[in-house]
């Protein structure tokens, strides 16, 4: 019922910016936690940062302080601002929307998923 679709990856540089959106649908009426993870290949997906129904924000331990997850309501858009990216960012980055509450980063179970955006990072 829940659809997410994820847009603005793209190929950058070491130190450069880039802003990813999620916008979704089927949400209306119900309470969520939503957030952004992300996977290389060949490794396992691991839990970027989620923010809660009021608005609290939890962070990876490697994005603190470079990453800034936000949500528009009114848009029912969820964005994660990117900052100073490195090589280890890169992936593909998956939006994920779960009800009522946030567990931590690294569950990943009962989430609905949006298809991914590809995040290249280069020195």
């Known amino acids: 019922q829940v659809q997410l679709v994820e847009s603005g990856g793209d190929k950058v540089q070491t130190g450069e910016s880039l802003r990813l959106s999620c916008a979704a649908t089927?949400?209306?009426?119900?309470?969520?936690?939503m957030g952004w993870f992300r996977q290389a290949p060949g490794k396992e997906r691991e839990g970027v940062a989620t923010?809660?129904?009021?608005?609290?924000?939890t962070y990876d331990d490697s994005v603190k302080g470079r990453f800034t997850l936000s949500r528009d309501n009114a848009k029912n858009t969820l964005y994660l601002q990117m900052t100073n990216l490195n090589p280890e960012d890169t992936g593909m980055y998956y939006c994920?929307?779960?009800?009522?509450?946030?567990?931590?980063?690294?569950?990943?179970?009962?989430?609905?998923w949006g298809q991914g955006t590809q995040v290249t990072v280069s020195s």
């Open positions: 089927g949400t209306a009426g119900r309470t969520y936690c």
């Open positions: 923010i809660d129904p009021q608005g609290v924000t």
């Open positions: 994920a929307a779960r009800d009522l509450y946030c567990v931590t980063l690294d569950q990943y179970r009962n989430y609905n």
